[in-house]
């Protein structure tokens, strides 16, 4: 097969759908899936955020129930002013990492590089729960996190944290993105 042959569309696909190489073009332009995760730190403030976001909710619900009430539309906007100052706060005291689904076999070969010790392995492990969190974290990240950045993050913080860590950027190898038909995906014409 020719280079130039290699790069044709299928005939079959051609005459299916005439718009394959603009089907393709979008395929191949097609970003890998992206995990954030959200770290604060104040927790209080995430709650003071959906209490706000809450109260804002139902007294624009009450306002809306009742135009004419002045007292309630006022009470609409306090509530949406506050929420708004909470908001702002809660967004400051926040740091987003973002993850990224590696390509091809990337995640795969990284797991050879990082085996199970003999006893991870009894206990069911596919890689070094010592060595693998840090280097997928590493390499799945979005900001440019090293290995070393995050074997720090991962030995200093608590353990729900660290999972999540770890979680996220494991998450963003298994995010879905595609469908099999199954009745949820847009119809054809």
């Known amino acids: 097969m020719s280079a130039a042959a290699h790069h044709e569309p299928p005939a079959a696909a051609v005459a299916a759908d005439p718009h394959w190489a603009a089907k393709m073009a979008r395929l191949r332009a097609r970003t890998a899936a992206q995990v954030p995760l959200y770290l604060w730190q104040d927790p209080e403030l995430r709650d003071r955020f959906e209490e706000a976001r809450q109260a804002a909710q139902t007294a624009r619900q009450l306002a809306d129930a009742d135009p004419g009430n002045k007292a309630l539309a006022d009470e609409a906007k306090a509530a949406e ?17 973002t993850f990224r689904a590696l390509p091809g076999d990337t995640f795969t070969q990284l797991v050879r590089e990082h085996p199970p010790t003999e006893e991870q392995a009894e206990s069911g492990s596919d890689w070094n729960e010592d060595t693998f969190p840090a280097a997928l974290i590493s390499a799945a990240s979005v900001d ?11 030995a200093g913080w608590g353990m729900a944290d660290r999972v999540e860590l770890f979680q996220a950027a494991l998450a963003a190898q298994n995010t879905k993105r595609s469908d099999w038909g199954k009745g949820s995906g847009p119809t054809r014409s």
């Not at 002013?81 to 990492?97: F, S």
């Open 81 to 97: 002013t506050a929420l708004e100052e909470t908001r702002a706060a809660y967004q400051a005291d926040c740091e987003v990492l």
């Open 144 to 154: 440019g996190m090293t290995e070393e950045e995050a074997a720090e993050l991962l």
